[in-house]
């Protein structure tokens, strides 16, 4: 089977049956990762423009525990 031809078999698949099309996917991008492969090209470019925007932003955001601490507020008791 193609890889398009996998493409377009994709829609025609029960949630289910992606789900777990999608968790093998998970399972291989991530043995890939711990062999040492790395991001693609196109990742790496990604990720050094989302790099270079933080860098411009310098909001370091909210530190977890503070973040954790809105969230248990906000639920309903």
Do not use: C, H, Y
Request: avoid cysteine.
């Amino acid at each position: 089977m193609s890889k398009a031809e996998i493409l377009a078999a994709l829609p025609n698949l029960k949630a289910e049956d992606r789900t777990q099309v999608f968790q093998r996917l998970s399972e291989l991008q991530e043995d890939d990762l711990l062999r040492g492969v790395g991001p693609s090209a196109r990742e790496k470019l990604l990720l050094d423009e989302a790099l270079a925007e933080f860098e411009r932003d310098g909001n370091l955001g909210t530190p977890w525990r503070e973040t954790l601490r809105r969230i248990r507020a906000a639920r309903p008791v």
